[in-house]
Nanobody
Framework: QVQLVESGGGLVQAGGSLRLSCAAS????????MGWFRQAPGKEREFVAV?????????DYAESVKGRFTIGRDIAKNTLYLQMNSLKPEDTTVYYC???????????????????WGQGTQVTVSS
């Protein structure tokens, strides 16, 4: 059974930084792709970033976070990270990590591609 547990959310002022963590068990990074999504109330889940290790290493970001967010991992801890810098009020929402057995990048931007999800962590950016 795959389990994903996020942490690191909180309240920060605009321009500040947060680092989200996603501790994974039951599936190693080498056999999966890992993504971050976010979802505001009443809206669809939105792609944020993905890292895949199926064929080499593939990394991609949503246009809205490029240059500000960085996705990474700690292999020893089997933990995925999302370093978020220069945060904006519009980044406020719940963030989720997810795991997929798919390695195709275009599919990894779709939430339906992922088979396991964490419980989510709230990020609030004040203006």
């Amino acid at each position: 059974q795959v389990q994903l547990v996020e942490s690191g959310g909180g309240l920060v002022q605009a321009g500040g930084s947060l680092r989200l963590s996603c501790a994974a068990s039951g599936r190693t990074f080498s056999s999966s792709s890992m993504g971050w999504f976010r979802q505001a109330p009443g809206k669809e889940r939105e792609f944020v970033a993905v890292k895949s290790w199926w064929s080499g290493t593939i990394t991609d970001y949503a246009e809205s976070v490029k240059g500000r967010f960085t996705i990474g991992r700690d292999i020893a801890k089997n933990t995925l990270y999302l370093q978020m810098n220069s945060l904006k009020p519009e980044d406020t929402t719940v963030y989720y990590c997810a795991s997929s057995k798919t390695g195709e990048l275009r599919l990894l931007k779709l939430s339906g591609t992922y088979d396991y999800w964490g419980q989510g962590t709230q990020v609030t950016v004040s203006s």
